[in-house]
């Protein structure tokens, strides 16, 4: 009898360990996606980025982590732009972020409900970083020169909106994760197009919208709210 006693609390304790050890502390991730200029040319264009990155799980649904970018900014039309100016940014970038998903602010009861739970990884988040310009543009045109710097380096602040869809694995862990995120950055310089402003003190900002896939591993974390 005391036997079975013992094997029945070893199971009772084993899942309730179980219950609250119940993510993983790290991920890492990667997707691509368009980007978007808005720098002080007036016509837009589609452009091209990846990344990759690695976060801290501090909780089942708050990250920090970084993220490194590559990809294109692009720009102007060098015959339809009031100045004749275009541009092409093949630019790099290396990021920190901060990001806090819906889920941390919701009860186990709450989590029952079955839309609430589908969207427990929307979140809004922020970060910084730097950005390395490699610009090929519009120096001449005519009479005209454009003054500028080809390469530059400028940090940037950004902001995070979007939403992770979570894949349990086969114990009800979420070791993947595909990621749909909108990335707003404003630089702190004016060397995103590779021009000096004309007759505006706008910041240069572009958006990167993506698709991604997150893989979560490492030790595990307790989440003993829930």
């Given at each position: ?6 094997l ?89 972020n ?100 004309i ?27 829930r």
């Amino acid at each position: 009898m005391k036997k079975i006693t013992s094997l029945l609390s070893l199971l009772f304790l084993s899942s309730a360990l179980l219950a609250q050890t119940n993510f993983y502390k790290l991920s890492i991730g990667a997707g691509a996606g368009g980007t978007l200029a808005f720098a002080d040319l007036q016509k837009k264009t589609l452009g091209f980025a990846a990344y990759g990155s690695l976060d801290l799980q501090i909780t089942p649904y708050i990250t920090l982590g970084g993220e490194l970018q590559k990809g294109e900014l692009a720009g102007g039309d060098i015959t339809f732009d009031p100045n004749n100016r275009q541009f092409i940014n093949s630019y790099k970038a290396a990021i920190g972020n901060l990001r806090v998903q819906l889920g941390e602010f919701l009860t186990s009861y709450q989590l029952r409900n079955n839309f609430l739970y589908n969207i427990r990884g929307l979140y809004a988040g922020a970060g910084v970083g730097i950005i390395s310009n490699k610009i090929s543009n519009v120096r001449y045109y005519g009479n005209n020169f454009y003054p500028g710097a080809d390469y530059s380096k400028e940090g940037i602040v950004l902001l995070n909106f979007g939403i992770n869809f979570y894949i349990p694995n086969q114990w009800g862990l979420t070791r993947y994760a595909i990621n749909l995120n909108l990335q707003n950055t404003m630089a702190l310089g004016e060397g995103m197009d590779g021009y000096e402003s004309i007759g505006t003190k706008s910041k240069d900002m572009y958006s990167f919208l993506s698709l991604g896939f997150k893989y979560n591993f490492g030790p595990m974390g307790l989440d003993r709210r829930r």
